[in-house]
T-cell receptor, first 114, second 115 residues
Framework: DAGVTQSPTHLIKTRGQQVTLRCSPKSGHDTVSWYQQALGQGPQFIFQYYEEEERQRGNFPDRFSGHQFPNYSSELNVNALLLGDSALYLC?????????????FGAGTRLSVL | AQKVTQAQTEISVVEKEDVTLDCVYETRDTTYYLFWYKQPPSGELVFLIRRNSFDEQNEISGRYSWNFQKSTSSFNFTITASQVVDSAVYFCALSEQGGSEKLVFGKGTKLTVNP
């Protein structure tokens, strides 16, 4: 049973560029959440997708957008990259009955903005 | 507002020592969930435990145990007889409303277990 998978594992971009990160949830999960983890900090919630709609959003600017596909996979898009966007981006999935709100995380995508 | 505080930034112990990681939380909700996750150097957050606000029973799982006290808004985590493989960053997190809601994380405690 595959867990949460994210791609790519590492990414280097320059300021002003746009980036797309991808996430495949754990089998049977229908909810995907995205988090940003700066170095030495705890993860910060970006948003959550359920039934292809953004259900909840954290305190992040509109440069951060997302999408969920019918197969429950998800993308995180960041436009007009800033140096401060350099971080580990974590995807988490949840949704099976009995443990519905336990979020299982992928290994993350490490984004470096130069 | 929700907040999770992990006052210990780094802890270093020698193998076989017991170690307790502290977590204090703030929430206005009466229904909430508390979590502990482990983050090894590989980066993936590994789920360890979930407790709901109505269940204050302490829990033991092998060398791990958790002490949940609503009176002090604390959810502490103890590793008994620590091992080198326990070295990681440990995060405490809070989720309100009980569904697949956002997790609010503390800043983490880096545990180093030396041989």
């Amino acid at each position: 049973d595959a867990g949460v998978t994210q791609s790519p594992t590492h990414l280097i971009k320059t300021r002003g560029q746009q980036v797309t990160l991808r996430c495949s949830p754990k089998s049977g999960h229908d909810t995907v959440s995205w988090y940003q983890q700066a170095l030495g900090q705890g993860p910060q919630f970006i948003f959550q997708y359920y039934e292809e709609e953004e259900r909840q959003r954290g305190n992040f600017p509109d440069r951060f957008s997302g999408h969920q596909f019918p197969n429950y996979s998800s993308e995180l898009n960041v436009n007009a990259l800033l140096l401060g966007d350099s971080a580990l981006y974590l995807c988490a999935s949840s949704g099976t009955s009995g443990s519905r709100n336990i979020q299982y995380f992928g290994a993350g995508t490490r984004l470096s903005v130069l | 507002a929700q907040k999770v505080t992990q006052a210990q930034t780094e802890i270093s112990v020698v193998e076989k020592e017991d170690v307790t990681l502290d977590c204090v939380y703030e929430t206005r909700d009466t229904t909430y969930y508390l979590f502990w996750y482990k983050q090894p150097p590989s980066g993936e957050l590994v789920f360890l435990i979930r407790r709901n606000s109505f269940d204050e029973q302490n829990e033991i799982s092998g060398r791990y145990s958790w002490n949940f006290q609503k009176s002090t808004s604390s959810f502490n985590f103890t590793i008994t007889a620590s091992q080198v493989v326990d070295s990681a960053v440990y995060f405490c997190a809070l989720s309100e409303q009980g569904g697949s809601e956002k997790l609010v994380f503390g800043k983490g405690t880096k545990l180093t277990v030396n041989p």
